[in-house]
Nanobody, 120 residues
Framework: QVQLVESGGGLVQAGGSLRLSCAASESTFTINRMGWYRQAPGEQRELVATIWSTGYTNYSDSVKGRFTISRDNAKEIVWLQMNSLKPGDTAVYYC??????????????WGQGTQVTVSS
């Protein structure tokens, strides 16, 4: 069971920056993906950015060019640098860890969520 501990949320004015971090309790899966999802009130949870243990990254179109995801494989930590924040980025941000298993379904683990609020 992988546990995820998030930090770094808060309140910021539009145009400002925040950095989220998420640490995984263990490195159980050789191939894994860490990333961030977000959920605004009344909305479905959506992907923000992900990064594989190989270094491959993926971003939602809404954050490309503003957010940067990075990770430390040895420490199993993932960061999300968020710049040029907009009120539309306001949401609870959830850290996700997906472990790949040969011949079995992937396993997903979630953090408790951290609130990001961007004021106009």
């Amino acid at each position: 069971q992988v546990q995820l501990v998030e930090s770094g949320g808060g309140l910021v004015q539009a145009g400002g920056s925040l950095r989220l971090s998420c640490a995984a309790s263990e490195s159980t899966f050789t191939i894994n993906r860490m990333g961030w999802y977000r959920q605004a009130p009344g909305e479905q949870r959506e992907l923000v950015a992900t990064i594989w243990s190989t270094g491959y990254t993926n971003y939602s179109d809404s954050v490309k060019g503003r957010f940067t995801i990075s990770r430390d494989n040895a420490k199993e930590i993932v960061w999300l640098q968020m710049n040029s924040l907009k009120p539309g980025d306001t949401a609870v941000y959830y850290c996700n860890y997906r472990g790949l298993r040969v011949g079995a379904p992937d396993l997903d683990f979630w953090g408790q969520g951290t609130q990001v609020t961007v004021s106009s």
